[in-house]
T-cell receptor, first 114, second 113 residues
């Protein structure tokens, strides 16, 4: 069974640009969550999607948005990039919302904002 | 305000000895705790979890202890192996909530051969 895949793996952008990251969950998983990892801050929860609906949102500005498609694939978008947005963005999928099933993480997308 | 804290950014242990990684939390609503391991260039991998109704959970070389009164949990690895060298994240959630996990900042464990 294929794991969680994220594309692209690496991305370099400049301030003010926007970026779209993609996540394909494990087949059969319908819940997708996004996290931002920066040095010294651990993983910060961005948002979670289930059945194409955002179910929960972390404490991030409105520049961060996401969506989920009918096949459970998810994208996140960051507009008007800032230097501080440089981070590893991780996507995690799990089977069923609200049940303590394990979250499986993808390898992440390393975003560098210059 | 970090609700989950891992105060030791790094830990070095000799192969074969015990590794103890610590985690503290402040939110008393948390009732489910997890440990993840992360190698460079890979996503975090689930290691072991514990519900707040237990104070210990064991899986092979890995044991997690939970002290609810102190709002403290620890991960014990015995015996430590060089392949255990990775960043370990402690995470917590509220049962019945959505997928949201609150993570600590991680501890880099290095097991010396």
């Amino acid at each position: 069974k294929a794991g969680v895949t994220q594309t692209p793996r690496y991305l370099i952008k400049t301030r003010g640009q926007q970026v779209t990251l993609s996540c394909s969950p494990i087949s059969g998983h319908r819940s997708v969550s996004w996290y931002q990892q920066t040095p010294g801050q651990g993983l910060q929860f961005l948002f979670e999607y289930f059945s194409e609906t955002q179910r929960n949102k972390g404490n991030f500005p409105g520049r961060f948005s996401g969506r989920q498609f009918s096949n459970s694939r998810s994208e996140m978008n960051v507009s008007t990039l800032e230097l501080g947005d440089s981070a590893l963005y991780l996507c995690a999928s799990s089977l069923v919302e609200g049940v303590n099933n394990e979250q499986f993480f993808g390898p992440g997308t390393r975003l560098t904002v210059l | 305000d970090q609700q989950v804290k891992q105060n030791s950014p790094s830990l070095s242990v000799q192969e074969g000895r015990i590794s103890i990684l610590n985690c503290d939390y402040t939110n008393s609503m948390f009732d489910y705790f997890l440990w993840y391991k992360k190698y460079p260039a890979e996503g975090p991998t689930f290691l072991i979890s514990i519900s707040s109704i237990k104070d210990k959970n064991e899986d092979g070389r890995f044991t997690v202890f939970l002290n609810k009164s102190a709002k403290h949990l620890s991960l014990h690895i015995v015996p430590s192996q060089p392949g255990d060298s990775a960043v370990y994240f402690c995470a917590a959630k509220v049962l019945g909530s959505a997928r949201q996990l609150t993570f600590g900042s991680g501890t880099q464990l290095t097991v010396l051969p």
